[in-house]
């Protein structure tokens, strides 16, 4: 690994504005109506790497107990962005953070704001699965044990509970002790995702959750993205336009770190309003 | 044609250098294991790891309180150095571009190649000094100090090793830094950790230099950590420079379970790592 705290996540920086190139305009969004209420919300959010500017401007609103999906092209910055919303670009050095985010109200980038607690509260599932080398058990129970959730006793039932959220109860009732590494990757993903679910947040932020994945395998997690938006505001950033358009209600399109365009799925897919968006989903380019 | 019988020549050579030189790094090691064995089975026998040294003069006796002393000290560098060393060492991997994980990195290499007798004069003015007289804990401290380097640095590099997305999957959860580090990020590295531990151990238990004057040496059994307490190393030492022939065949002794120590202990940290990685992938 490298020398620095900087997460070996394959992040993509965006790169700068190619010469000549017009940065796309955004465009209003006020026609959006959304049918729950706001869970999050961005407020003229601009990010910086050191010197580079990763996002600029990004304002958008997140409803709850919906699918709110990200796209765009290689470091347009998507992921970057979804990563603000639980303050997980804070453990990279020389990151800088303008404007703000909300979450019910609250501002996230505020003075007194504990970080432990909005990660409680707005939980994440990576672009590869990353499940802990200990027990598939131990996996779920870690973020009820580290927050202290729950007592002892009633360890077993979070945990099932959560497995059966994300589907892999039946799967792994009967190897619950054994070592999460001997899962497939779609049941790591899985598990993954039973780990975020055990802490009972109130946001879901998936790095495109199903990008290393098999069909077989991706078409589970769609399924249980589809379910879990019952009860959870999800946030997914995904390269797959049609699984964006599967799993979501809302999807914002991002390009060279700006927000180009946000709609209903549908709109977005049907009639969007920016040729560029057009283009994007066409497979003109990307 | 010629060109191609001339680079297959030409590697031949190269490989029957590569071979050479392997062997040649061999020999020594088994002719000092074939001679300590030859010299010292002849005077291992049930008594050398049950009996007291005899007085001079005076044939028999074994090496019992050394062999202990020896375990003894080892034990009381590990509950020092395993802590401090594997601490450091997660700071060193979590803030690895601080000044003071720079001047740490720094400082354990250069602890690492200081000469070990220097060691025990520093172990001498700060434990041995203070209270006017030689003890097992000044030789453990000693031996300490030379295991942290050691422990920091493979710890540190192991845990770099580990995915950063493990970290990230741990702080995503609610936990805090340090939490994420312990619980998560030092589990993930511990087989490779425990290997590390192991060698550190097999290297300072053949050390003599510093413990000359900090553990001294000891003629009776004692398992008190503020008198002198007897190893196998200055055992071995004062053995050999003795005049005496029943003491000199007694060190070639004490030499042969000091070697055939340091091996079970190299064989034990490859089995141990071998058994956690495997416990960690299935």
């Known amino acids: 690994m490298t020398e620095t705290v900087v997460s070996d996540t394959e992040r993509e920086r965006p790169p700068a504005l190619p010469l000549g190139a017009a940065p796309p305009t955004p465009k209003a969004v006020s026609t959006l109506e959304f049918t729950s209420a706001i869970r999050m919300e961005a407020r003229g959010l601009n990010f910086f790497y050191g010197a580079n500017q990763a996002l600029y401007d990004i304002s958008i609103k997140i409803p709850e107990k919906s699918v709110t999906a990200f796209i765009g092209p290689s470091g347009c910055g998507k992921s970057t962005f979804l990563r603000c919303l639980n303050r997980m670009n804070d453990i990279i050095v020389d990151t800088r953070v303008q404007g703000d985010v909300l979450l019910d109200g609250k501002e996230i980038y505020g003075p007194g704001v504990d970080i432990v607690d909005l990660r409680r509260r707005v939980g994440m599932v990576f672009q590869k699965s990353n499940p802990f080398p200990k027990s598939i058990f131990d996996n779920v129970a870690y973020g009820l044990k580290i927050n202290g959730l729950c007592s002892r006793a009633e360890m077993p039932e979070r945990v099932e509970k959560a497995l059966r959220g994300s589907a892999l109860w039946d799967e792994v009732k009967d190897r619950l002790q054994t070592s999460a590494l001997g899962l497939s990757g779609g049941q790591q993903q899985r598990l993954c995702i039973a780990r975020a679910l055990a802490v009972e947040p109130e946001v879901v932020l998936m790095d495109e959750p199903a990008s290393a994945l098999d069909p077989i395998a991706t078409q589970k997690i769609e399924e249980l993205i589809y379910e879990l938006k019952r009860d959870y505001t999800i946030a997914i950033v995904t390269h797959n336009m049609q699984q964006a358009a599967r799993v979501s209600e809302y999807t914002a399109f991002f390009m060279l770190g700006r927000l180009v365009e946000y709609d209903r799925t549908e709109k977005m897919f049907t009639n969007p309003g920016q040729k560029i968006t057009e283009d994007y989903i066409t497979g003109r380019f990307g | 044609m010629t060109r191609s019988v001339r680079r297959k020549a030409f590697s031949r050579f190269v490989e029957s250098l590569c071979a050479g030189a392997v062997l040649l790094a061999l020999v020594p090691l088994f002719f000092v294991f074939f001679y300590v064995l030859q010299q010292g089975f002849s005077s291992l026998n049930w008594d050398f790891f049950t009996k007291m040294p005899k007085p001079v003069g005076e044939s028999g006796g074994g090496m019992a309180n050394a062999i202990v002393g020896t375990l003894y000290l080892i034990a009381i560098a590990s509950a020092l150095a395993v802590p401090v060393g594997l601490i450091a060492g997660v700071y060193l991997s979590e803030y690895p571009r601080t000044r003071l994980s720079t001047a740490t990195r720094f400082t354990a290499d250069v602890l690492n190649g200081i000469p070990s007798i220097v060691i025990g004069i520093f172990a001498y003015g700060l434990v041995v000094m203070p209270v006017k007289h030689f003890s097992a804990l000044a030789g453990g401290v000693a031996l300490g100090f030379m295991m942290i380097p050691i422990i920091a640095r493979t710890t540190e590099e192991l845990l770099n090793l580990v995915p950063g ?118």
Do not use: C
């Not at chain 2, 970290?167 to 950790?193: D, K, Q, Y």
């Not at chain 2, 050390?207 to 059994?221: D, I, K, Q, V, Y």
């Not at chain 2, 398992?223 to 007897?230: E, F, S, V």
């Not at chain 2, 003795?242 to 000091?258: E, I, K, M, N, T």
């Open chain 2, 165 to 282: 997305t493990l970290r990230e999957g741990a702080l995503a959860l609610g936990a805090t830094r340090s939490r994420a580090a312990f619980s998560v990020m030092l589990p993930a590295a511990l087989p490779g950790i425990m290997t590390g531990i192991l060698v550190a151990l097999a290297r300072i238990s053949g050390e003599t230099a510093p413990l000359l004057f900090t553990s001294f040496n000891n003629r009776f059994f004692t398992t008190r950590i503020d008198q002198p307490i007897a190893s196998l190393t200055v055992q071995i030492y004062t053995y050999a420079i003795s005049p005496y022939d029943d003491w000199h065949r007694q060190a070639w002794a004490g030499a042969l379970v000091l070697v055939s120590g340091v091996f079970v202990f190299s064989v034990l940290a490859r089995v141990v790592t071998k058994r956690l990685e495997r416990m960690h992938r299935t």
